[in-house]
């Protein structure tokens, strides 16, 4: 029986081991952390993360071929396919902070592999990592372990948080690279038998290491530059009259383009687009590369600029201050369908309105007020003075006051001056929004930052409503 071992049960590590089980019942699957509390949730009722679908899954095969452990050591030993999904985030500090990929808990997993190993293993970079790390790792694993053969393989996950368990069943392609050597080829055909228990055969790319590690570095800056693309054209549009929905459909039309990421939005979030994007840039320098690097630390400045600019709309719509004013945060999660709030557009938004002394009442659906207070309690990373991090603003005890969590979007809106809609929650398409304007402070101002409300309809009722990238009256 092929044994499979995945170090990291978190957003990544957990689902994708998930569907593995599923779909290869004949393969021992373990998941395993080294924090505690997520892996007993994982083997409770009440998983550590919410994605559709995930409970179905997780329930027919825990137990029975899918595992989860803190017992690492144990299981990676035992292991003949080692997934590494542990996080990368930026570096806070030193060489490279505030645009470098931290790879402490890529390289103490290593470490620990090394170490461990008895027999011969195959390592997965599930990991979205710098070109070139496979190098780094198996400078690692092979000094540190003679006489043991590791073959390093890049398999990046492309699945997208919220949508997770359906682009594991049905994904766009499995990706993997692994050395041009015999050892690598047929590590690579190990790897492959497993995918292809679901994936169809022409949907599984075999490339070599650098370039796997890297198409996921590139897919990630052309879907959040696409989003930075759109968001730029909605400042534009809000300039001239031109509505960024009907743009985005007619450039969508071309077949060039296609229609799929073209929503305008208050921006994009989650823990990998800017993440991976700084990571980029960071390669970039190292390379000698500075016009390259410029280009893609565009894509995060429009991005920052959109938020920006949807706190000034807020506050100059609603007589040019928002201090001691009531303002509901409808979503603070970064997308629908999930409760991951990192890098979420909803911080930046609610920091910027509590910094004009706003009182935000916030409700998500999948979000808990510990993440919210941890969230907006984060200190921001300053773009010109990277060896500094700014102090957060206004101080954590003044904001504990200006905040409060709910949780229905109804006692949100209670009294409130305006609504700020940060995710697009299908809940809040189906609000009663007469009931909602009655039960507002006049003039009721609805600031749509994803453009998911009925503005013409609230307009009837009457409300003041902004949509990004269009026209007021529209
Ligand atoms: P996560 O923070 O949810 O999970 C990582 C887990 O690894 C944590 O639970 C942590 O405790 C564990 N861990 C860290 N060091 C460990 C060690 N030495 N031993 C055992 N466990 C250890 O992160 P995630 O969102 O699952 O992302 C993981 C990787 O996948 C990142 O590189 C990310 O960029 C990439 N990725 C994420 C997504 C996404 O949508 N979240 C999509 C594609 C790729």
């Keep these: 029986m092929v044994k499979i071992c995945c170090i990291g049960a978190g957003y990544v590590g957990g689902p994708t081991m998930a569907v593995i089980a599923l779909k290869c019942p004949e393969i021992e699957v373990v998941v395993v952390d080294i924090a505690v509390p997520r892996i007993n949730a994982w083997n409770s009722d009440q998983l550590p993360i919410y994605e559709p679908g995930l409970d179905d899954v997780v329930k027919q095969c825990r137990g029975k071929n899918l595992f989860f452990s803190t017992d690492v050591e144990k299981h990676v030993s ?34 620990m592999i090394a170490d461990v190993s008895k027999s011969d293993k195959i390592v997965v970079e599930k990991s979205t990592v710098p070109v070139k790390t496979a190098e780094a790792i198996e400078r690692i694993l092979t000094h540190n372990r003679k006489g043991i053969n590791f073959n390093i393989l890049s398999n990046p996950e492309f699945l997208a948080e919220g949508t997770a368990i359906a682009d594991l069943f049905n994904p766009d392609r499995v990706l993997i690279g692994g050395r041009e050597t015999p050892e690598g080829q047929k590590a690579i055909q190990a790897l492959k038998a497993v995918y292809a228990h679901w994936v169809p055969e022409d949907r599984i790319l075999c490339t070599n290491l650098w370039s796997a590690e890297l198409s996921k570095l590139a897919a990630n800056a052309f879907l959040a530059q696409r989003i930075s693309s759109v968001n730029a054209m909605s400042a534009l ?3 001239t009259g031109a509505d960024v929905s009907q743009v985005s459909h007619s450039i969508g039309t071309d077949s060039r383009i296609g229609p799929k990421f073209l929503n305008a939005s208050v921006g994009f979030g989650g823990s990998c687009f800017q993440k991976d994007i700084l990571n980029l840039v960071y390669i970039c320098e190292c390379n000698g590369l500075p016009e390259v690097a410029n280009y893609w630390k565009q894509v995060i400045k429009v991005n920052d600029y959109q938020k920006t600019r949807f706190v000034n709309r807020v506050v100059s719509s609603m007589f ?19 409760g991951d709030t990192r890098e979420t557009p909803a911080i930046d938004v609610c920091k910027g309105l509590l910094g004009d002394k706003a009182k935000l009442s916030i409700y998500d659906p999948q979000v808990t007020e510990e993440q919210i207070m941890r969230d907006l309690s984060m200190k921001k990373f300053d ?4 060896a500094h991090l700014q102090p957060s603003s206004p101080t954590t005890s003044n904001k504990q006051q200006q905040v409060s969590v709910v949780f229905d979007a109804y006692e949100a809106i209670k009294d409130a001056h305006g609504i700020c809609v940060l995710t697009e929650w299908d809940e809040f398409k189906a609000l009663d929004y007469q009931k909602v304007y009655e039960n507002m402070q006049k003039p009721a101002f609805i600031f749509d930052g994803r453009n998911v409300v009925d ?6 009722i009457g ?12």
């Design 78 to 111: 035992e292991a003949d396919i080692v997934f590494v999904s542990v996080n990368t985030p930026t570096k806070t500090q030193g060489l490279g902070a505030g645009k470098a990929a931290d790879l402490t808990y890529w390289e103490s997993a290593a470490r």
């Design 237 to 239: 549009c809000e300039a």
């Design 320 to 338: 040019n201050t928002v201090s001691g004013k009531k303002i509901a945060i409808l979503g603070f999660a970064f997308k629908k369908d999930t």
């Design 383 to 386: 773009w010109d003075h990277p």
């Design 455 to 460: 503005a013409k309809k609230l307009r009837e």
């Design 463 to 474: 409300f003041i409503v902004y949509s990004i990238g269009k026209p007021l009256d529209s």
